[in-house]
């Protein structure tokens, strides 16, 4: 698609009704913020170029990091929403490198549960609007609970972060919960390397690592850097020592195959809690106010489904998360919250935000609209 649908129009009045002014995002980014924060998926797919001086920049691959970076050098007042309507850039499976999003971005508003249920009821309307007469069912997930269960479960912090990162991707949670029950101390490491890894040395690993790089012709500045390196090396040498007990572990798949009706979310993970004996604490507190607010906002009975492994593939997600679809449709939007985007890309005070986007190509085939 390389040229606005004529459903767009209706797009932009939804963005006028809702209160959110339509954002001028240029076309040409700063690629260090989604090579740093996007997650691996759009990682691999953004086309890089570089300025005169050398700046790694690229095309925009998608609008919620342009528009959090535009806010920022404004020093715009919150709240603010933010809407969108252009083109993204992306290599896909289909050939298409160009197609249209739009979406909005909701920046600053401190009331999370009101926020997140409002971004839900946005999109819904925004789809509704464009596609009437389709029935649309939403399924929404919560990195936020997720990352809360595993900590009341005494799973140690690097675990936690690397289940934490796969949460959005079955296959690489798959992976980790299988290296999770089927630890090995296997090592291909040498002697020395082995010994330093044993002893947590980062520093002298790192400087070994500096060595053989500098033997090999290998630059520090090519890739990742001998500390980096390091680090990750040490990390993995610690998640396969850890040993998790099989109540433990049986309580996190138990956790995982929770998918409910959002209406019956809030009690299945009061019970998941019971049977776990575990408490979840401030997430499970605004998941329910989060449900509650949802419910307020007309979504009601068999539209919003609760499913506990449920997350999307970008690494700034903080909270709620949700995708849309109608009937097997591939998904036609997709949000989420993302309270630490603003301040890793330099906000001086935290800014707490949530939003979507909603893909026009896979719409306008819905709707049935010539190419």
Known sequence: MTALPAFASDILALFEERGAGLADVAVLQPADPFLDMAGEDLRRRIFLTESETGAALCLRPEFTIPVCLDHIAAQAGTPRRYGYLGEVFRQRRDGEAEF?????????????????????????????????????????????????????????????????????????????????????????????????????????????????MERSGLSPSAGRTPGAIARRMIEKAELRSVRLSKDAFDALKDFLAIRVPLEQAADALAAFESRAGVALGSAMELFAARAEAIAAQGLGTGVVAYDAAFGRPLDYYTGLVYEISAGSSRPLAGGGRYDRLLTLLGAETPIPGVGFSVWLDRIAALRGDAP
């Open 100 to 212: 249209f999003q739009a979406g909005i971005e909701d920046l600053g508003e401190t009331d999370i549960a009101t926020a997140d249920a409002r971004s839900l009821a946005d999109a819904h309307a925004l789809l509704m609007r464009v596609l009437p007469g389709h029935d649309l069912a939403a399924t929404l997930g919560d990195q936020r609970v997720f990352e809360a269960v595993l900590a009341a479960l005494g799973l140690p912090r690097g675990w936690r972060t690397r289940l934490a990162r796969a949460f959005g991707s079955a296959e690489q949670l798959a992976a980790a919960l299988d290296d999770l029950a089927n630890p090995t101390r296997s090592s291909a490491f040498g002697e020395t390397v082995a010994a330093l890894v044993l002893d947590g040395d980062a520093d002298g690993l790192a400087g070994h690592v500096a060595g053989l």
